[in-house]
């Protein structure tokens, strides 16, 4: 079966310190990758979203960035954080290209940054 | 610009009452449209899904309501309990794509 892994599970972090958030997937090949931002616990806003190692599509501008070095590895980072980086970051999966695409959702960081 | 707008941002029923989420979109090149559950602190789960192909899809107690020439969809909830408290968010994706777009979310609260 497949699961997905986020960690650290919270992080408290000052203004202007890096930040790297880490996702894992285990038992599929080729998986969607995405990074989530939720603030407030409401609005689930989509950061990147990658089909394949080193492939890697923004969706906001902003002073955070994602990696993809392995199949199943997924990276949020920071060079230097923000106030407004403050929330609950999510890492989703899913596979294929078209169709019903499930996305599934892992557990969460909660990221304050102080 | 938001895609998929969702209505109400928050809900209170009582136990056994009927929960009802609506969904609003623009894009008509949106063709899988699910909903998420999720409970505070915990990553949203998919609950149920419906394509344009049908106007009504059932799970227990849960059923989406599709009606395509409106371009909206709902979540109902029946006999709600206490334990479906929680945020609900719909969502919408492109066949061609592998993008989902999700609505504002709405917080259920279902008192005992």
């Known amino acids: 079966s497949q699961t997905i892994h986020q960690w650290p599970a919270t992080l408290v972090q000052p203004v202007g310190s890096p930040l790297s958030l880490e996702c894992t997937v285990e038992?599929?090949?080729?998986?969607?990758l995405y990074w989530y931002r939720q603030a407030a616990g409401r609005g689930l806003q989509l950061l990147f979203y990658?089909?394949?190692?080193?492939?890697i599509s923004s969706e906001v501008p902003q002073n955070l960035s994602a990696s993809r070095p392995q199949d199943r590895q997924f990276i949020l980072s920071s060079k230097k954080l923000l106030l407004s980086d403050s929330g609950f970051y999510l890492c989703?999966?899913?596979?294929?290209?078209?169709?019903?695409?499930?996305?599934?959702f892992g557990p969460g960081t909660r990221l304050t940054v102080l | 610009q938001q895609q998929v707008k969702q209505s109400p941002q928050s809900l209170i029923v009582q136990k056994g009452g009927i929960s009802i989420i609506n969904c609003a979109y623009e894009n008509t090149a949106f063709d899988y449209f699910p909903w998420y559950q999720q409970f505070p602190g915990k990553g949203p789960a998919l609950l149920i899904a419906?394509?344009?192909?049908?106007s009504e899809k059932k799970e227990g107690r849960f059923t989406i309501s599709f009606n395509k020439s409106a371009k909206q969809f709902s979540l109902h909830i029946m006999d709600s309990q206490p334990g479906d408290s929680a945020t609900y968010f719909c969502a919408a994706k492109e066949t061609s794509g592998s993008r989902l777009t999700f609505g504002e979310g709405t917080q259920l609260t279902v008192n005992p």
């Open positions: 038992g599929t090949s080729n998986p969607n």
């Open positions: 989703a999966w899913s596979v294929g290209r078209v169709g019903d695409n499930e996305q599934f």
């Open positions: 990658s089909v394949g190692i080193g492939q």
């Open positions: 419906i394509r344009p192909d049908v």
